[in-house]
């Protein structure tokens, strides 16, 4: 089946959470990972946020769904797609309720057959006629195979086998989300075919029933060819964030809560910049060359380049300023930011954002990246 090739916008793309069905740490175990003070140890339920400059919409309303908003501060949600009807996918769909109060509307709702039975069955006050005030206002849109758009991101659903149950994956743009599979037939993978980047479940390393090991979901992302590739719906039985990702190959990494992938950017001639939290959250985001980060010197500087775009950085305890014929600069300012002084420097140096559906919040600004298509070829190390 052709990828539906309408309008393909730019997307901003947020793990909600990333861990299997228990969460991680998960009650009452003391292993290395569920103690571990690493917070890339510390996982929601399994769960996305899909941002274009007009739409917002996430995969899966998860028993975290509530929380997961608040962390992330997602102020406005057009649409929910479902991939399956398991507890730890639909669980916090009654929370809907609070945009459907604040946005006068129903909350679309895009699953199919099988899961929409669930959740009429879960959540059958919903759906009574005689409707208690306050409950959710839900819109059901059964989908099946059949790619469809919500606002302006388009949506190619995959099917997928989590053993004998189907499955959705949703691919939007080169972007291809797929939790809770063990298996994916042929026509299906030439829907995923060409994507740039690719989530996929690795649930650990011993065989399970109903998820890839750690080695299937590398060798299917393999087979498939996607250059880039995070690993989602993750147990406590994988092993340490850090541990895992250090044996992984290049292009293949563990995702982790909270952090973005901005998809399907136009070439930008001029400098836009991208902001991280802290130097940790700059490791997660930006393409990394290295696989073990625990190898990387206390304090580096150095510069990436993926496609047209360079990426400075720097360690979060220096206080440098990098120049190049003002081609890139760094900023790191310990919180609290004095965040008039800091958009005078941002207007100083005319950085633009490229797209103002990706605008910062203001209160967790630590670090800068300044980005740029033109910096010479010699500075990379």
């Known amino acids: 089946m052709p ?5 393909n916008p730019s997307f901003k793309i947020t793990f909600l959470g990333t861990g299997t069905s228990s969460g991680v740490p998960m009650i009452g175990c003391r292993c290395a990972v569920c103690i571990s003070a690493d917070k890339n140890d510390k996982r929601l339920r399994s ?5 274009s400059e007009t739409t917002a919409l996430v995969v899966d309303t998860t028993p975290d769904f509530r929380y997961q908003m608040l962390r992330a501060d997602v102020q406005k949600l057009d649409a929910v797609l479902f991939t399956h009807p398991h507890k730890d996918h639909i669980a916090g769909l009654d929370d809907v309720r609070a945009y459907n109060y604040f946005q006068h509307k129903p ?3 895009y699953a199919n057959s099988l899961t929409e039975e669930a959740i009429k069955r879960e959540f059958a006050y919903a759906f009574s006629d005689k409707k208690y005030p306050g409950i959710p206002n839900l819109n059901l849109n059964t989908i099946d195979d059949k790619p469809f758009v919500v606002g302006d991101i388009p949506v190619v659903p995959i099917l997928v086998w989590h053993l004998k149950m189907p499955v959705l994956g949703f691919r939007f743009g080169k972007f291809t989300y797929i939790t809770d599979a063990n298996k994916i037939e042929d026509e299906e993978k030439e829907k995923i075919k060409g994507s740039e980047v690719m989530v996929l479940n690795a649930l650990r390393k011993e065989s399970h029933i109903s998820h890839f ?10 087979e498939l060819g996607v250059p880039e590739a995070y690993f989602t719906h993750i147990s406590h039985q994988l092993g340490r964030h850090k541990d895992i990702n250090a044996e992984l190959p290049q292009g293949i990494r563990l995702a982790s809560d909270e952090i973005s992938l901005l998809l399907n950017r136009p070439e930008e001639k001029s400098p ?3 902001m991280f939290s802290s130097w940790t959250d700059c490791l997660q985001h930006l393409p990394w060359p290295f696989n ?3 190898k990387i010197p206390a304090r580096i500087s150095f510069l990436y380049q993926k496609g047209a775009y360079w990426y400075y950085c720097c360690c979060s305890d220096s206080s440098c300023v990098y120049n190049d014929s003002d081609t890139v600069r760094f900023f790191h300012k310990p919180q609290p930011v004095d ?7 941002i207007a100083a140096l005319n950085v633009q954002e490229p797209d103002s559906g990706f605008a910062y919040r203001k209160e967790v600004i630590t670090m800068v990246i300044i980005v740029t298509t033109s910096l010479p070829k010699k500075l990379l190390r």
């Open 3 to 7: 990828i539906l090739q309408s309008a």
């Open 47 to 51: 769960s996305i946020l899909v941002e």
């Open 339 to 345: 965040h008039t002084a800091f958009e005078k420097e």
């Open 213 to 222: 090991t750690l080695d299937e979901a590398v060798a299917m992302v393999q």
């Open 272 to 274: 836009f910049f991208l």
């Open 292 to 294: 073990a980060h625990e």
């Open 107 to 109: 909350m679309e709702l």
